[in-house]
């Protein structure tokens, strides 16, 4: 069974700083990892995925994930934080399309930006 | 293009009524989804659908039931509605093949609110 883990229930930084949301997972076989962000009362919007090729991924609104296979890590970061960052941050992992390209969800992490 | 549609937004009903909450897309997505956002939790996902009339289990399927008679729609039933019920519900589609590379994010919906009073 997979699954995804965020050590971080809430996570303050302030405007300008870097920001960086924690998440490892657990998958058999080759994993399928994505990052999405819920802003209040929407739904969820994709921002990154790793599939393969370069550890480190570049996605939507400056953010960035760095894939690491040693320590099952998939931490997503952006160097310099924005007050509009602030919203819910998801990791997913997926089996592949395979089985159904099923994701699995962390348990969020909320992101709060200070002026 | 819309994108995914849910329908209603909010809901209200009483233990033991049954409903469904509406889907389509319009992005010609094979795959379409049902999570389940719990309060401090994270999604789960109850059903899934790879292509129209192909349907499977999620993590969470008990009181729910899903069709997928069209690729466009995927409806989600709840038959005699109970408490625990209670959540956000969304709707996800997305273009998914089996080639290895080709795993497409999912796309949801703004979500539909219910509650089981």
């Known amino acids: 069974a997979q699954s995804v883990a965020q050590p971080e229930d809430q996570v303050n930084v302030a405007e300008g700083n870097p920001l960086t949301v924690k998440c490892t997972y657990s998958?058999?076989?080759?994993?399928?990892l994505f990052w999405y962000v819920q802003y209040p009362n929407r739904g969820l919007q994709f921002l990154l995925k790793y599939i393969t090729g370069d550890n480190l991924v570049k996605g939507s609104y400056g953010f960035e994930a760095e894939f690491n296979k040693s320590q099952t890590s998939f931490h997503l970061k952006k160097p310099s934080a924005l007050v509009s960052d602030s919203a819910l941050y998801f990791c997913?992992?997926?089996?592949?399309?395979?089985?159904?390209?099923?994701?699995?969800f962390g348990g969020g992490t909320r992101v709060l930006v200070k002026p | 293009n819309a994108g995914v549609t849910q329908t209603p937004k909010f809901r209200i009903l009483k233990i033991g009524q049954s409903m469904t909450l509406q889907c389509t897309q319009d992005?010609?997505?094979?795959?379409m989804y049902w999570y389940r956002q719990d309060p401090g939790m994270g999604l789960k996902l109850i059903y899934y659908?790879?292509?129209?009339?192909?349907?499977d289990k999620g993590e969470v399927p008990n009181g729910y039931n899903v069709s997928r008679s069209t690729t466009e729609d995927f409806p989600l039933r709840l038959e005699l509605a109970a408490p625990s019920q209670t959540s956000v519900y969304f709707c996800?589609?997305?273009?998914?093949?089996?080639?290895?590379?080709?795993?497409?994010?999912?796309?949801f919906g703004e979500g539909s609110r219910l509650t089981v009073l």
């Open positions: 659908s790879v292509g129209a009339g192909i349907t």
């Open positions: 992005m010609n997505h094979n795959y």
């Open positions: 998958v058999s076989g080759n994993p399928y």
């Open positions: 996800a589609s997305s273009f998914t093949t089996t080639g290895y590379l080709n795993t497409g994010e999912l796309f």
């Open positions: 997913a992992v997926s089996p592949g399309p395979a089985a159904g390209n099923k994701l699995t």
